[in-house]
């Protein structure tokens, strides 16, 4: 019986506990690689599958242009590429579906048979060259004393995961691979997995920069998951996917290939390269309509000392060799267009850090390039418990479509928006995101939303000006105050009469609990 999805979790959940029973002794990086290779696999095999029982169907449809009675010509429609191939579904071999892995699950080869099966896929669809993982003969999933590629061949047997035929509101498999890649992180941390962006936290900077058309850029491109949310926001949106061009880098090569893998499957071409993005920029000369990512906080050891002391990136100042955030921010800016917009993920530190990080950040206020901060719920992140801000950079806030904003700064401070999933772990629920959101764009000054106003609290516009008071520190909180409390309508001088004899009385019997100790002290001779 087919298993299907829903979009509560469970299934995803329990996927997961059967799929960490197998791992044994496996090594989470080494077992995050091959279940996700299987999970591709077994995408591709249901979408292909589906295809064929449509394509089936179509022939012995008397009003199909398909509508065949010769069993050949049939047998030819049914193994026409092209007919895979216009629907973004991949041709595969029959000794590469998931029924041949089923039949052949306790060979003591199936390991060779697995990376037979991803070389012949290669050679169907050029496309996919090198980029499906291999090496399942090789590892310790497939020794004899392991059963855990037999056991992940037949926990995914059973589950419908043909890409794009979700519930409504994002495909099973799209699921499942989100779930998984969370879990791998939690799991092995930076060892285990990649560092893991939340979902929501994505989504709320696609919606800030509203990527509809251009070049979308992201420089640490991990897993894909910055590029499969501007999809779906473009689709959302009644858009037209064909209007983007993806660009991304990724230093780890199994995690490219998995983002390869995951932007086919949702049919999006990308240009991802391979390389550390700071001392081996793959994209030099590329001038991004949008920029979507997440850095590695605070990174230390970043290559400082091999950075040349022309390099143009850095026209504010070299990071120190301690910390990265500005290395990443200034390469950021270095590939926007004239009119280019950036989201990124940042440490808190970057927002308040003085030196040498102090004064680049000071330079790019003083460039106009801040358009937004905007500080985040705590415990957000799966990796990190690190607290996290958005940096919102803009290079054309003075010849935007909507107003010129140049001189501004909007500061967000966000962190009470929020829903708690369990004791450690909070969210960015739909309504929070919107209501963020909404504020970006009446700043922009954006239709379909109220006309921007300041919130004591929650929002503030700042000038250059401001900043510079600030000593361009950009915490949020500086700027937009704090909130009263509802039903707080003492009167100030009252609530500070109050409040200064219950101070007293503390600094009273604080005093009093000190000579005791005293005392107690001299009886013991000290």
């Given at each position: 019986?087919?298993i299907t999805g829903?979009?509560?979790?469970?299934?995803?959940k329990?996927l997961?506990?059967?799929?960490?029973?197998?791992?044994?002794?496996?090594d989470p990086?080494?077992?995050?690689?091959?279940?996700?290779?299987?999970?591709f696999l077994?995408s591709?095999s249901d979408?292909?599958e589906a295809?064929?029982e449509?394509?089936?169907?179509?022939?012995?449809?008397q009003?199909s242009?398909?509508y065949t009675e010769?069993?050949?010509?049939?047998e030819?429609?049914l193994?026409?590429?092209?007919?895979?191939?216009?629907?973004?579904v991949?041709?595969?071999?029959?000794?590469?579906?998931?029924q041949y892995?089923?039949?052949?699950?306790?060979?003591p080869?199936?390991?060779k048979?697995?990376?037979?099966?991803?070389?012949?896929?290669?050679?169907?669809?050029?496309?996919l060259k090198?980029i499906?993982?291999?090496g399942?003969s090789?590892s310790s999933l497939s020794?004899?004393?392991s059963d855990a590629?037999e056991g992940?061949?037949?926990?995914?047997?059973?589950?419908?995961?043909?890409?794009?035929?979700?519930?409504?509101d994002?495909?099973?498999?799209?699921?499942?691979?989100e779930?998984?890649?969370?879990?791998?992180a939690?799991e092995?941390?930076?060892k285990g997995g990649?560092?893991?962006?939340?979902k929501s936290?994505?989504?709320l900077?696609?919606?800030?920069?509203?990527?509809?058309e251009g070049r979308i850029f992201?420089?640490?491109?991990?897993?894909g998951?910055?590029?499969v949310?501007?999809?779906?926001?473009i689709?959302?949106h009644?858009g037209?996917?064909?209007?983007?061009s993806?660009?991304?880098q990724?230093?780890k090569?199994?995690?490219?290939?998995?983002?390869k893998?995951?932007?086919?499957?949702?049919?999006?071409?990308?240009?991802?390269?391979?390389?550390d993005s700071?001392?081996?920029?793959q994209h030099?000369?590329?001038e991004a309509?949008?920029?979507?990512?997440?850095?590695?906080?605070?990174?230390?050891?970043?290559?400082k000392?091999s950075?040349a002391d022309?390099?143009?990136?850095?026209k504010?100042?070299?990071?120190p060799s301690?910390?990265?955030n500005?290395?990443?921010i200034?390469?950021m800016?270095?590939?926007l267009g004239?009119?280019?917009?950036?989201a990124?993920?940042?440490?808190?530190g970057?927002m308040?850090?003085q030196g040498?990080?102090g004064?680049?950040?000071q330079?790019i206020?003083?460039?106009?390039?801040l358009?937004?901060?905007i500080?985040?719920p705590?415990?957000?992140f799966?990796t990190?418990?690190?607290?996290?801000c958005i940096?919102?950079?803009s290079?054309?806030?003075?010849?935007?479509?909507?107003?010129?904003?140049g001189?501004?700064?909007?500061f967000?401070?966000a962190?009470?928006?929020y829903e708690?999933i369990?004791r450690?772990?909070?969210?960015?629920t739909?309504e929070n995101?919107n209501r963020?959101?909404?504020k970006?764009r009446?700043?922009?000054g954006?239709?379909?939303v109220?006309?921007?106003e300041?919130?004591t609290?929650?929002?503030?516009?700042?000038e250059?000006e401001d900043?510079?008071?600030?000593?361009?520190?950009?915490?949020?909180?500086r700027?937009?105050?704090i909130?009263?409390?509802?039903?707080?309508?003492e009167?100030?001088?009252?609530k500070?009469e109050?409040?200064?004899?219950d101070?007293?009385?503390k600094?009273?019997?604080s005093n009093?609990l000190?000579?005791?100790i005293?005392k107690n002290l001299?009886?013991?001779g000290?």
């Amino acid at each position: 019986m087919a298993i299907t999805g829903n979009s509560n979790g469970e299934l995803e959940k329990k996927l997961w506990e059967t799929a960490e029973k197998l791992r044994g002794p496996v090594d989470p990086s080494e077992y995050k690689d091959f279940a996700l290779g299987l999970l591709f696999l077994k995408s591709m095999s249901d979408s292909f599958e589906a295809r064929r029982e449509e394509l089936e169907k179509k022939t012995r449809d008397q009003d199909s242009r398909y509508y065949t009675e010769d069993e050949k010509e049939r047998e030819y429609i049914l193994t026409d590429k092209d007919e895979y191939k216009r629907e973004n579904v991949f041709y595969l071999p029959e000794e590469a579906r998931w029924q041949y892995f089923v039949d052949n699950a306790t060979d003591p080869q199936i390991g060779k048979k697995i990376d037979d099966a991803m070389r012949a896929i290669e050679d169907e669809n050029p496309r996919l060259k090198g980029i499906l993982p291999k090496g399942y003969s090789r590892s310790s999933l497939s020794d004899n004393s392991s059963d855990a590629l037999e056991g992940l061949i037949n926990l995914f047997a059973d589950l419908e995961m043909e890409a794009g035929n979700g519930d409504g509101d994002e495909d099973v498999f799209g699921r499942i691979y989100e779930y998984f890649i969370k879990q791998f992180a939690m799991e092995g941390g930076q060892k285990g997995g990649e560092f893991y962006t939340p979902k929501s936290v994505v989504e709320l900077m696609v919606e800030i920069l509203e990527p509809y058309e251009g070049r979308i850029f992201d420089p640490f491109s991990g897993s894909g998951g910055m590029f499969v949310q501007s999809q779906k926001f473009i689709e959302s949106h009644g858009g037209d996917t064909d209007k983007i061009s993806i660009y991304g880098q990724e230093i780890k090569e199994s995690t490219l290939q998995i983002s390869k893998m995951n932007l086919y499957l949702r049919g999006l071409d990308g240009n991802i390269k391979q390389g550390d993005s700071i001392l081996n920029d793959q994209h030099k000369g590329l001038e991004a309509d949008f920029i979507i990512t997440n850095p590695p906080f605070n990174m230390s050891e970043w290559g400082k000392d091999s950075i040349a002391d022309d390099d143009p990136r850095f026209k504010y100042g070299v990071a120190p060799s301690n910390n990265a955030n500005y290395a990443f921010i200034q390469h950021m800016i270095s590939h926007l267009g004239d009119n280019g917009m950036a989201a990124t993920v940042m440490a808190n530190g970057a927002m308040s850090v003085q030196g040498k990080e102090g004064e680049i950040r000071q330079s790019i206020v003083e460039d106009d390039l801040l358009d937004a901060v905007i500080a985040l719920p705590k415990e957000l992140f799966f990796t990190t418990s690190i607290p996290a801000c958005i940096f919102i950079l803009s290079k054309g806030k003075d010849s935007d479509e909507y107003r010129d904003r140049g001189g501004e700064t909007l500061f967000v401070d966000a962190r009470e928006e929020y829903e708690s999933i369990n004791r450690t772990q909070n969210t960015l629920t739909e309504e929070n995101i919107n209501r963020i959101v909404e504020k970006v764009r009446a700043y922009r000054g954006e239709g379909g939303v109220d006309e921007y106003e300041d919130e004591t609290g929650f929002c503030k516009v700042a000038e250059i000006e401001d900043i510079a008071d600030n000593r361009h520190i950009i915490t949020p909180g500086r700027y937009v105050g704090i909130k009263e409390k509802e039903g707080d309508d003492e009167p100030f001088e009252v609530k500070m009469e109050r409040l200064s004899a219950d101070l007293r009385e503390k600094f009273q019997k604080s005093n009093e609990l000190q000579d005791q100790i005293e005392k107690n002290l001299e009886v013991l001779g000290f």
